[in-house]
């Protein structure tokens, strides 16, 4: 363990209670009940960004659940093997293209579902990408690029199905964050910033929806198992060291995520915090906020650390 991390018995203490809580946490995450799967038949969801990573996981698991499936994606290509998959093992789905940065596609997109299916149950805004190195390296270009997927992407996906929603008087938007909306997370402040956003969206979107029937919940998940990372833009940071380091953490798998998420879905919680280590320091970071700061130096310090080994 660095020792920037055992200097104080308080966040020994911390951590040890904290990290138990988010290990039960964990736990409670492998596998769904029937009635949790039942929950999702023949219910229509839309899952943007569902060609890879958790939105592939979520559409299998839906599929799996009994769940009509809309796969939608930039990369059609990849969105029509996962279609493909679901239905060749007995479910219902189909492929869609969609560009969540352009406001009427994804408005075309959910009013053509609903449509077709005469309701929209849920709408998974799940389409994220990662952009990573210090801001002073950024450009306006970087900033424009992530807050156009990560933060539009998710507002113009948001407020399509919550008109939908609200005419129908029910439905439920499940929009992914992360946990660095709910940490500091210097070295992807661009991305924090975002998830900071959408995890305030939802959660004020949560009380003023309620009246019309409709649910809001943010997905926090830790560290994934996805290409998230692989496809990441890094800025001044030599992609190769960047992803050395980022593989020496701790990955969950995605249908252990894609299968948590469901079961906060199905409870309704406002925020699906994913993983031991997300619901650790998000824990932390509500007792204390000081706890989480040596953890997140560290990793500032250790991401600098790659950075400049590679130039060396």
Same mark, same amino acid.
């Given at each position: ?6 200097? %104080? ?62 796969? #939608? ?19 219902? /789905? ?8 352009? /406001? ?22 799940? #389409? ?24 539009? $992407? ?35 402040? #661009?991305? $924090? ?23 809001? %919940? ?28 980022? %593989? ?65």
């Amino acid at each position: 363990m660095n020792k920037s991390l055992v200097t %104080s018995p308080l966040i020994l203490a911390g951590a040890a209670a904290l990290g138990y809580a988010g290990f039960r946490a964990l736990q409670q995450h492998h596998g769904n009940t029937e009635d949790e799967r039942e929950a999702f038949r023949g219910k229509i969801a839309i899952v943007t960004g569902g060609a890879s990573g958790i939105g592939r996981a979520l559409c299998h698991e839906l599929g799996h659940g009994g769940a009509v499936v809309v796969v #939608a994606d930039i990369n059609l290509q990849d969105a029509q093997k996962v279609a493909s998959t679901i239905t060749s093992a007995g479910g219902q /789905a189909q492929a869609a293209l969609l560009d969540v940065t352009q /406001a009427k596609d994804v408005q075309a997109l959910v009013e053509q579902i609903a449509s077709e299916h005469g309701r929209l149950d849920y709408m998974f805004n799940n #389409a994220g990408i990662a952009i990573g190195g210090e801001v002073r390296d950024m450009d306006w270009e970087h900033w424009q690029r992530i807050l156009g997927v990560n933060l539009w $992407g998710v507002i113009h996906g948001t407020t399509a199905a919550y008109r939908v929603m609200t005419s129908q008087g029910f439905g439920h938007i499940v929009n992914t964050a992360s946990v660095a909306g709910l940490i500091p997370t210097p070295m992807l402040t #661009a991305y $924090g910033t975002t998830k900071h956003a959408v995890v305030g969206l939802s959660t004020s979107l949560r009380v003023e929806a309620e009246e019309y029937g409709v649910k809001v %919940s943010a997905v926090c998940p830790g560290f994934i198992h996805t290409n998230l990372f692989d496809a990441a833009t890094y800025v001044t940071v030599p992609p190769d060291a960047a992803r050395t380091y980022i %593989s020496s953490l701790t990955m969950t798998d995605a249908t252990d995520c894609a299968r948590a998420i469901l079961r906060g879905v199905v409870r309704n919680q406002a925020l699906i915090v994913v993983t031991g280590f997300a619901h650790c320091v998000w824990r932390l970071q509500r007792f204390n906020p000081v706890l989480v700061l040596p953890v997140v130096r560290k990793m500032a310090r250790d991401f600098r650390a790659s950075k400049s080994k590679a130039q060396v």
